[in-house]
Nanobody, 126 residues
Framework: QVQLVESGGGLVQAGGSLRLSCAAS????????MGWFRQAPGKEREFVAA????????YYAASVKGRFTISRDNAKNTVYLQMNSLKPEDTAIYYC???????????????????WGQGTQVTVSS
């Protein structure tokens, strides 16, 4: 049974930082690309960042590029999202997701991802 469990969310002031973690179990972690998505109240879920199976390739949404960094530790079955210079518009529930596809580029489409975590709330106050 595949499980993805996010942690690290919370309340932070604008300009602050948070690091989210997503611990995976029930899958061969190094064989899955991983992504982070977010959903703000009243808005659709949107792509944030993704990393390839090895971590050698990453991809970011324009809105977070230069502020957020995705990384993974395959020995710990964990993917991270370091978020710096946070803005109130970053407030959302953040989800990690796993993509089993092989031989294709990492994806920003949520339809490419097979498993999802339950989400962790990030609130940025102004």
């Amino acid at each position: 049974q595949v499980q993805l469990v996010e942690s690290g969310g919370g309340l932070v002031q604008a300009g602050g930082s948070l690091r989210l973690s997503c611990a995976a179990s029930g899958l061969t972690f190094s064989s899955w690309a991983m992504g982070w998505f977010r959903q703000a109240p009243g808005k659709e879920r949107e792509f944030v960042a993704a990393t390839s199976r090895s971590g050698g390739n990453t991809y970011y949404a324009a809105s977070v590029k230069g502020r957020f960094t995705i990384s993974r530790d395959n020995a710990k079955n964990t993917v991270y999202l370091q978020m710096n210079s946070l803005k109130p518009e970053d407030t959302a529930i953040y989800y990690c997701a796993a993509d089993r596809r092989i031989g294709v580029s990492i994806s920003s489409s949520d339809r490419s991802y097979d498993y999802w975590g339950q989400g962790t709330q990030v609130t940025v106050s102004s």
